[in-house]
């Protein structure tokens, strides 16, 4: 019941890499897409996903066309504080791909404009508080589909 986490044009090594070894604890399909913010050699990277990296199921897409083109058959959800719906309504599918974007930016907002039905959030409850850390809200919607998947 792998799940696949998505990210688009990451731009902070240490939350790849510890997204890295959550895909591998979870058993988790790990998605980057280019353009990245740093090299993959980064240590940074390699430090936040120890000797975890090698053993990754690990794709890499040159841009968002690429990722969508290659996976337009797949079930997909979107993660962005935009989102009207909250990640726990999330109606989770082995297989399922799940979309976070960048950590400046979030998605693209082609991307969250044409998929509305299918954007997610994690809710926030103070108002002191834009956005989680990507690592952080990616451990929350996998692990919550984990659960949901049991």
């Given at each position: 019941?792998?799940?696949?986490?998505?990210?688009?044009?990451?731009?902070?090594?240490?939350?790849?890499?510890?997204?890295?070894?959550?895909?591998?604890?979870?058993?988790?399909?790990?998605?980057?897409?280019?353009?990245?913010?740093?090299?993959?050699?980064?240590?940074?990277?390699?430090?936040?996903?120890?000797?975890?990296?090698?053993?990754?199921?690990?794709?890499?897409?040159?841009?968002?066309?690429?990722?969508?083109?290659?996976?337009?058959?797949?079930?997909?959800v979107f993660?962005?504080?935009?989102?009207?719906?909250?990640?726990?309504?999330?109606?989770?599918?082995?297989?399922?791909?799940?979309?976070?974007?960048?950590?400046?930016?979030?998605?693209?907002?082609?991307?969250?404009?044409?998929?509305?039905?299918?954007?997610?959030?994690?809710?926030l409850y103070s108002e002191?508080?834009?956005?989680?850390?990507?690592?952080?809200?990616?451990?929350?919607?996998?692990?919550?589909?984990?659960?949901?998947?049991?």
């Amino acid at each position: 019941m792998p799940l696949n986490i998505v990210l688009i044009e990451p731009e902070i090594p240490n939350n790849t890499g510890n997204i890295g070894r959550l895909a591998l604890a979870s058993g988790s399909n790990l998605h980057l897409v280019k353009p990245f913010g740093f090299e993959i050699t980064d240590a940074r990277l390699k430090r936040a996903g120890l000797d975890y990296w090698q053993h990754l199921n690990l794709h890499y897409y040159d841009n968002i066309e690429d990722f969508l083109s290659k996976n337009k058959d797949a079930e997909m959800v979107f993660l962005s504080s935009h989102g009207i719906q909250n990640h726990w309504d999330i109606a989770f599918q082995d297989n399922m791909f799940l979309v976070f974007g960048k950590e400046s930016a979030g998605l693209p907002k082609a991307i969250t404009e044409n998929n509305k039905d299918k954007l997610f959030k994690i809710p926030l409850y103070s108002e002191h508080v834009r956005s989680l850390n990507l690592a952080n809200a990616v451990s929350i919607v996998v692990y919550e589909g984990l659960r949901s998947l049991q």
